[in-house]
């Protein structure tokens, strides 16, 4: 079964600074990767995707997430964090199933918290 | 504006009484979802949809039914409500879901609490 692991319950980054967002993953096939934000009392709105090719890719407000196939990781970055970026991240990985549907596994969320 | 929308956002309810949290979205997307977000387990898929009258479970169904008998509409209805239902609850919609993979766009969320 596919899996997705965000190992830190909480990221805290000084604002200005760098800051990563760590995801593992686990899949039998080719991965399908996805990074999710989600503000307080809002939605998950869509930040990037992997699907093939290029192992950076660059999303939404600044983001990017770097594709490691050996280390199976995902990790989101940002080169200067700001203040606005505080909110809860998610990871996730599609999963195929059977008869051609497929749907998302996603991780337990990471706070990430901007400290002016 | 696309968008997808979910009726009531808040709703505190009694044990067994049925209710009805439904989902709309304006995009004809052929995929639609339901997942319930808890504290600590991210989010889990409950039921979704590859086109009208075509549903199946995900990976938490129990308790809950769907129906999708209008494209742009995917409700979610608990016949008898129990206290561990209490979450917060996202519809998701999403195109062309097979030959490749888009995003997925979420609904701002309907809170559920169970007495």
């Known amino acids: 079964a596919q899996s997705v692991a965000q190992p830190e319950d909480q990221v805290n980054v000084a604002e200005g600074n760098p800051l990563t967002v760590k995801c593992t993953y686990s899949v039998s096939g080719n991965p399908y990767l996805f990074w999710y934000v989600q503000y307080p009392n809002r939605g998950l709105q869509f930040l990037l995707k992997?699907?093939?090719?290029?192992?950076l890719v660059k999303g939404s407000y600044g983001f990017e997430a770097e594709f490691n196939k050996s280390q199976t990781s995902f990790h989101l970055k940002k080169p200067s964090a700001l203040v606005s970026d505080s909110a809860l991240y998610f990871c996730?990985?599609?999963?195929?199933?059977?008869?051609?549907?497929?749907?998302?596994?996603f991780g337990k969320g990471t706070h990430l918290i901007i400290q002016p | 504006e696309a968008q997808v929308t979910q009726n009531p956002r808040y709703l505190i309810t009694v044990t067994g009484k049925k209710l009805t949290v439904t989902c709309s979205q304006n995009?004809?997307?052929?995929?639609m979802s339901w997942y319930r977000q808890d504290p600590g387990l991210g989010l889990r898929q409950i039921y979704y949809s590859m086109n009208v009258e075509v549903t199946d479970k995900g990976d938490v169904p129990e308790g809950y039914k769907v129906s999708r008998k209008e494209k742009r509409n995917f409700p979610l209805i608990l016949e008898s409500p129990s206290p561990n239902q209490t979450s917060l609850y996202f519809c998701a919609s999403s195109s062309h879901l097979g030959q490749g993979f888009n995003e997925q766009f979420f609904g701002p969320g309907t809170r559920l609490t169970v007495l």
């Open positions: 995009m004809n997307h052929e995929y």
């Open positions: 996730a990985v599609r999963e195929a199933r059977g008869g051609g549907a497929d749907g998302l596994t």
């Open positions: 992997y699907i093939t090719g290029d192992n």
